[in-house]
């Protein structure tokens, strides 16, 4: 890989030549007052269009990708490491969770040994991805972006057969990880200008941002494609190099996109993929000491266990390892005696079973005022129960089904313990055979304390419980370990400005539903074990890929 030519950027260290290329992407301009003002000649970021599948063209097209996958369905995927695609030894199966006789891949799997020579190779290319400008990497994203939206449907289709994901859902899960590639790339180049800092006489003094080294890239299994795609690209356009883990039940998406990065031209080396089990590859790539990072979204014992192993110094390691933790939810809505009831039972229903609650800011759990409370209830066992279950590929399914057998166990068990905490108004039971289906299940009259209020199930499982007044509903809100997201359903004004201040998530939502957090919009991550609220989408989140390097010159 040679030197880079020019930069985007005055002032950062590239090459002799760094300082010719400005006016290559920023353009002069001057505002009335005849001061200059810069003009980036790259559109403004815009949040990509979800697909409105009403239409007839989007239809056939959504159709014909899901033939596409299935015809390519039971493949078999290497690991890749240096651009050398590695297909011998052991694998493991990618399973349809809706049709759990399907294979969707078969993958090697990988090795301890595999996974030394992952972060060494990606150590060894990191000498060279450094020095890449900014820019030029910013455009391996924007060239990923183009061919992913290009192949926006069959990506989606292969979300509904790998993880269940309904046609809205997988659509809105491309369409995330199109606007990450899209932002980050304009994240960098921004990031790659004179940074501000504060004159002092007869020194020149600069500020920027140069990458930290080898990161380890875990993504979870519920967002294969946007999580996946916005921690592994925001490493990358930082300068990182990066050892890719996929999600063992969800990793063909993952090599989907190192196809597409590949495509892009990105070289070989940057970006190196390695599926596999957890305990051999997780623990081997974060102990490793040429590991810098560590990004990781699942679940807050994965997440607690990368905490403590990265905070160990290893033989050779010369810094503290850096982690990005996400970590999960027990998300609420909290419905006040002024609400509109219709609106909240509309958000509570979308936020609880889209994607079978199988997201990090679901909610789970509903807090209501006992003026409104029966009410409440009615209004949205009367929509869940509308709600169709079933094998995604057929668009009137709204609901598939949940991940794999030990999803299904586990959801199972909470139903169990909430019979006894509460009493079962919806569900409750497995839904067709053949998948792994579970019905949209309500407990109601549950108290604040309890372990389906309290515990993260990850599943279509909602605990309704009941709080006097405003105060007391704050307190149970409160009351969990995690910290993520939130609703407010109210239109008392001094009920929302005490939820702005009290309600403590990182992501609170006030008279609308709490998922669907948007790029660039609501920069999204939660306090206390829901994660060291990394605000992906944000504009402070490629910080956290990068180290910040103070120059002075005395002259």
Same mark, same amino acid.
């Given at each position: 890989?040679?030197?880079?030519?020019?930069?985007?950027?005055?002032?950062?260290?590239?090459?002799?030549?760094?300082?010719?290329?400005?006016?290559?992407?920023?353009?002069?301009?001057?505002?009335?007052?005849?001061?200059?003002?810069?003009?980036?000649?790259?559109?403004?970021?815009?949040?990509?269009?979800?697909?409105?599948?009403?239409?007839?063209?989007?239809?056939?097209?959504?159709?014909?990708?899901?033939?596409?996958?299935?015809?390519?369905?039971?493949?078999?995927?290497?690991?890749?490491?240096?651009?050398?695609?590695?297909?011998?030894?052991?694998?493991?199966?990618?399973?349809?969770?809706?049709?759990?006789?399907?294979?969707?891949?078969?993958?090697?799997?990988?090795?301890?040994?595999?996974?030394?020579?992952?972060?060494?190779?990606?150590?060894?290319?990191?000498?060279?991805?450094?020095?890449?400008?900014?820019?030029?990497?910013?455009?391996?994203?924007?060239?990923?972006?183009?061919?992913?939206?290009?192949?926006?449907?069959?990506?989606?289709?292969?979300?509904?057969?790998?993880?269940?994901?309904?046609?809205?859902?997988?659509?809105?899960?491309?369409?995330?990880?199109?606007?990450?590639?899209?932002?980050?790339?304009?994240?960098?180049?921004?990031?790659?200008?004179?940074?501000?800092?504060?004159?002092?006489?007869?020194?020149?003094?600069?500020?920027?941002?140069?990458?930290?080294?080898?990161?380890?890239?875990?993504?979870?299994?519920?967002?294969?494609?946007?999580?996946?795609?916005?921690?592994?690209?925001?490493?990358?356009?930082?300068?990182?190099?990066?050892?890719?883990?996929?999600?063992?039940?969800?990793?063909?998406?993952?090599?989907?996109?190192?196809?597409?990065?590949?495509?892009?031209? *990105?070289?070989?080396?940057?970006?190196?993929?390695?599926?596999?089990?957890?305990?051999?590859?997780?623990?081997?790539?974060?102990?490793?000491?040429?590991?810098? *990072?560590?990004?990781?979204?699942?679940?807050?014992?994965?997440?607690?266990?990368?905490?403590?192993?990265?905070?160990?110094?290893?033989?050779?390691?010369?810094?503290?390892?850096?982690?990005? *933790?996400?970590?999960?939810?027990?998300?609420?809505?909290?419905?006040?005696?002024?609400?509109?009831?219709?609106?909240?039972?509309?958000?509570?229903?979308?936020?609880?079973?889209?994607?079978?609650?199988?997201?990090?800011?679901?909610?789970?759990?509903?807090?209501?005022?006992?003026?409104?409370?029966?009410?409440?209830?009615?209004?949205?066992?009367?929509?869940?129960?509308?709600?169709?279950?079933?094998?995604?590929?057929?668009?009137?399914?709204?609901?598939?089904?949940?991940?794999?057998?030990?999803?299904?166990?586990?959801?199972?068990?909470?139903?169990?313990?909430?019979?006894?905490?509460?009493?079962?108004?919806?569900?409750?039971?497995?839904?067709?055979?053949?998948?792994?289906?579970?019905?949209?299940?309500?407990?109601?009259?549950?108290?604040?304390?309890?372990?389906?209020?309290?515990?993260?199930?990850?599943?279509?499982?909602?605990?309704?419980?009941?709080?006097?007044?405003?105060?007391?509903?704050?307190?149970?809100?409160?009351?969990?370990?995690?910290?993520?997201?939130?609703?407010?359903?109210?239109?008392?004004?001094?009920?929302?400005?005490?939820?702005?201040?009290?309600?403590?998530?990182?992501?609170?939502? *006030?008279?609308?539903?709490?998922?669907?957090?948007?790029?660039?919009?609501?920069?999204?991550?939660?306090?206390?074990?829901?994660?060291?609220?990394?605000?992906?989408?944000?504009?402070?989140?490629?910080?956290?890929?990068?180290?910040?390097?103070?120059?002075?010159?005395?002259?």
């Amino acid at each position: 890989m040679s030197q880079p030519s020019g930069s985007c950027r005055v002032g950062f260290v590239t090459s002799p030549t760094a300082l010719l290329s400005l006016s290559e992407y920023i353009v002069p301009d001057f505002d009335e007052t005849g001061m200059q003002k810069e003009e980036k000649m790259l559109p403004e970021f815009r949040n990509e269009p979800l697909t409105d599948f009403s239409r007839p063209e989007n239809k056939a097209a959504m159709e014909a990708a899901l033939k596409k996958v299935k015809s390519e369905l039971g493949r078999r995927y290497p690991v890749v490491i240096g651009g050398e695609r590695i297909g011998t030894g052991d694998t493991f199966r990618s399973v349809n969770p809706a049709h759990t006789n399907e294979l969707v891949g078969e993958f090697t799997k990988g090795t301890k040994e595999m996974a030394v020579r992952a972060v060494e190779t990606a150590a060894g290319k990191f000498e060279e991805w450094k020095w890449v400008d900014p820019c030029e990497r910013a455009r391996y994203l924007l060239k990923a972006a183009a061919i992913m939206r290009r192949r926006k449907f069959e990506l989606a289709a292969w979300m509904v057969m790998e993880v269940s994901k309904n046609w809205v859902e997988a659509d809105a899960g491309v369409a995330e990880a199109i606007d990450f590639l899209e932002f980050y790339a304009r994240e960098m180049m921004r990031l790659a200008l004179p940074q501000p800092v504060t004159p002092y006489t007869d020194e020149e003094n600069e500020l920027y941002y140069i990458p930290l080294g080898v990161a380890a890239v875990i993504p979870p299994w519920n967002f294969p494609c946007a999580i996946l795609v916005g921690m592994t690209s925001a490493a990358l356009v930082a300068g990182n190099t990066v050892v890719l883990k996929p999600a063992s039940t969800a990793p063909t998406i993952g090599y989907k996109f190192f196809e597409i990065m590949e495509e892009a031209g *990105l070289p070989a080396g940057v970006l190196n993929f390695l599926p596999g089990p957890g305990g051999a590859i997780g623990d081997t790539i974060v102990d490793h000491p040429r590991t810098r *990072l560590i990004a990781f979204t699942g679940s807050k014992e994965v997440g607690l266990r990368i905490s403590e192993r990265a905070a160990k110094l290893n033989p050779g390691q010369i810094w503290i390892k850096r982690t990005i *933790l996400e970590m999960g939810g027990k998300d609420f809505i909290l419905v006040d005696d002024s609400a509109d009831l219709d609106d909240a039972a509309d958000g509570i229903v979308t936020s609880a079973y889209g994607f079978q609650g199988q997201k990090c800011s679901a909610c789970s759990r509903v807090i209501a005022h006992e003026k409104v409370y029966d009410s409440l209830l009615d209004k949205v066992v009367d929509r869940a129960r509308r709600i169709k279950v079933g094998p995604p590929e057929d668009q009137g399914n709204y609901m598939g089904a949940v991940v794999d057998q030990s999803a299904f166990d586990k959801i199972m068990e909470y139903i169990e313990i909430g019979r006894g905490e509460g009493r079962l108004m919806l569900g409750g039971q497995r839904g067709q055979e053949g998948g792994w289906f579970v019905e949209p299940t309500i407990f109601f009259d549950v108290a604040g304390d309890a372990r389906i209020a309290q515990e993260e199930i990850f599943g279509p499982v909602l605990a309704l419980v009941r709080c006097s007044d405003f105060d007391e509903g704050v307190r149970i809100v409160n009351s969990t370990e995690y910290g993520l997201t939130g609703s407010l359903y109210s239109h008392n004004r001094h009920h929302l400005e005490r939820g702005r201040r009290e309600l403590h998530v990182g992501n609170l939502y *006030l008279n609308r539903k709490c998922t669907g957090a948007l790029v660039g919009a609501q920069p999204f991550g939660g306090f206390n074990m829901s994660g060291t609220d990394s605000k992906a989408g944000g504009r402070d989140y490629l910080l956290l890929f990068t180290q910040a390097k103070s120059v002075a010159e005395r002259f």
